[in-house]
Structures are given as C-alpha cells and as structure tokens.
C-alpha cells in the first residue's frame, strides 16, 4: 500500500463517520469474508423525499481492518440522499470515494462494503437480510451488535454471508 493511500485511510479513520448501530433502521445487512476473518455490518433509514425513498442515514459496524472501517465511513456518507436503486448502482471503487483506487489486495475491503449495503438494500438477493418493505412495517427493537451475532445463537432475521472473493 502506498503512503499516500495510508494516509487518506487514515485521515478517514481520524474522523470516521457513522460507526455504530441504528436503533430505528428500516434495514440491516451483514457480510463476512472468510479468508481474512473481517465482517462489517450496514444499518439503513429511509426517509420521503420528493416522492422516492432515499437514504435518510446509513451506519456501519465492523470487525475490519483500516481500509474497510474507512471505505464504510466514506460510503455511508455517500449514499445519503441516494435511493436504494441509486446506491446499489455504486461499483466498490465508487464507494471508496476520496481513499481512490485501492492496491489489489484491498479492493475485497471495498467490497465487503458493498455486500453489506447490498445485503440490506436487495431483498430479492440470496445476502438479503430483511427486505426493506417487511422491515418498514415493523418496529425494530435494538439491533444486535456484531459481537452478538458471533456469541449467541441466531433465531432468524439476519444472514450473514460469507463473499467469494
Ligand atoms: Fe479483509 Fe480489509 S483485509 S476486509
């Protein structure tokens, strides 16, 4: 990894945005990446807006490394205002934003990002977590941290899904 890149990586994580879970989110998704152990989870809220559904704030939690816990601070951003069709049209290099191309062996980082929003964005995909419809008409209670998710049983609701890399 270049200095430069470690340097924009870290000026994100000085100031990461959107880490934590969102209490009232419409949608959550969680992924894992089995060969480097990381998972990142993505909670998101809609909101009206001239008609549509957009994006009214996305969080993140993540046993990540540097690249990945940036990447979703800069993506979370990003997506705001978006809707979820506008969001999932964004490519992994896209939700990168302002880190810029990333070295090969970081770029599963990225992706991992975008497996979370789109395991709670897409709910016709095998990653769906909730659809987004169900989940809106629902009142969620706290929304299970990560750490939940690795010490106690699951009793459905949320999938997490290991990307092929
Ligand atoms: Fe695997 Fe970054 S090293 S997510």
Redesign the pocket.
Known sequence: MTDDLQKRIQAALANPQNMGELADADAVGTVG?A????MLRMWVKFKEQDGKQVIDRATFQSF??E??IAVASLATELIRGKTAAEALSLRPEELAGELGPLPPM?I??AQ?VEGAMRSALSPKTETCARPVAAAAMTTPTTAPTLLDSFSKPKEGGVKITFLDN
Do not use: I, P, S, V
Request: aromatic letters at 0%.
């Open positions: 990446n060969d480097c152990g990381e990540g490394c690249t990945a970081k599963h980082c991992l």
